[in-house]
């Protein structure tokens, strides 16, 4: 089973190009629900509300949990 730190790891590698660091070490991400072996969930905000590269993020964060093995992917973006 895919772990919470295989998770952060590959989180490590998706980076925001407004500021050119990744997602993890920004602490753009606020949790990580592993609910299965297939399911996740990832709660994130950005760096700003009108962030242009959000939805790219949100790709990538998609594509790299698929990647790594999980079929379902659902991402919440929060401003709290």
């Not at 772990?3 to 990580?32: N, R």
């Not at 299965?36 to 949990?65: F, K, L, N």
Request: with cysteine; glycine share 4%.
């Amino acid at each position: 089973m895919i772990s919470k730190d295989d998770i952060i790891e590959v989180l490590q590698t998706i980076i925001d190009p407004e500021v050119a660091m990744d997602i993890w070490t920004l602490g753009l991400v606020y949790e990580i629900d592993i609910q299965s072996a297939t399911t996740v969930h990832i709660v994130i905000t950005y760096t700003s509300p009108m962030c242009p590269a959000g939805p790219a993020i949100q790709d990538s964060i998609r594509d790299e949990m698929l990647n790594i093995g999980f079929e379902h992917v659902t991402i919440e973006v929060t401003f709290d």
